[in-house]
């Protein structure tokens, strides 16, 4: 199985809508975005949005949203980031008959399961955490006799890393009961793609490798103690073409330019 991981659109309804120093405007890093994907030099079973589909809840900027990215040539599952709001995002953007309080679900693709979780229940924002409905239900899925390759999806970066500005500003607030409810399944699990940082890491630990996605708008640094937001006016824009196979992953990082 092969997906693209994407992140962190951040989409404004104006078109030349900009951010304190920045220079690009997400509406066109996300038109960029739709552009590479649509045109790369093979054909990948779905793309995941880890997040952050808007810049905030917004029902005009969803609208846009779903001018610009749905002209994405394959399916793409999406999740709700801190600037989503998860039921605006089912009603407006996906345009669901039925809406639920948290987007939280399962599929299957290629005999590889995926599980996508909404990491924005109460905290202090920008952190967010998974209620514990919604952490129950991934604890049964995780228990369960299950033979599949496992790959889940979450917005918020989920284990402290010693960076302060990551840890104590940016992490999910329960982030370690979501590591130990992954637990029983860290064999088959693949896993763990994530958005909200804003840049590529990757963590392993307990034999479950977390992977963040760069955003399609601007990216952030984390340099060991980093107490604060800082804009990172190098990186490009980007996104990872992610293969799953029954027994290893294989991440390939890219750039573009808009």
């Not at 995941?48 to 779903?66: F, I, M, N, Q, S």
């Not at 496992?150 to 970066?157: E, K, T, Y």
């Not at 840049?199 to 103690?225: C, E, H, K, T």
């Amino acid at each position: 199985m092969r997906f693209v991981h994407i992140s962190d659109t951040h989409i404004h309804p104006e078109r030349d809508y900009r951010y304190e120093e920045l220079l690009l405007s997400p509406f066109r890093g996300a038109e960029q975005l739709v552009y590479e994907i649509n045109n790369l030099p093979f054909t990948p079973d779905f793309v995941l949005h880890t997040g952050d589909v808007v810049y905030d809840p917004d029902e005009t900027a969803y609208k846009t949203a779903r001018d610009i990215l749905g002209q994405i040539r394959y399916p793409v599952y999406y999740l709700a980031g801190n600037h989503d709001d998860s039921q605006m995002l089912q009603r407006v953007f996906l345009q669901s008959e039925t809406v639920a309080p948290y987007y939280y679900y399962t599929f299957e693709v290629d005999g590889v399961q995926v599980i996508c979780l909404d990491s924005t229940g109460p905290a202090t924002a920008p952190s967010g955490t998974i209620v514990p409905e919604q952490l129950q239900w991934l604890e049964a899925q995780c228990r369960e006799p299950d033979s599949r390759p496992l790959v889940v999806a979450v917005h918020h970066n989920v284990l402290p890393v010693g960076i302060p500005w990551l840890d104590d500003f940016m992490r999910m607030a329960n982030g370690e009961a979501l590591h130990q409810a992954l637990l029983p399944a860290h064999d088959r699990l693949r896993g763990v793609f994530s958005g909200h940082i804003h840049q590529n890491q990757q963590v392993f630990r307990d034999g479950i490798l977390y992977v963040s996605a760069l955003s399609s708008w601007y990216q952030l640094m984390s340099w060991p103690d980093q107490e604060k937001t800082i804009h990172d006016n190098e990186t490009k824009p980007g996104f990872n073409v992610v293969t799953v196979t029954p027994n290893q992953t294989r991440i390939r990082q890219h750039h573009f330019s808009v």
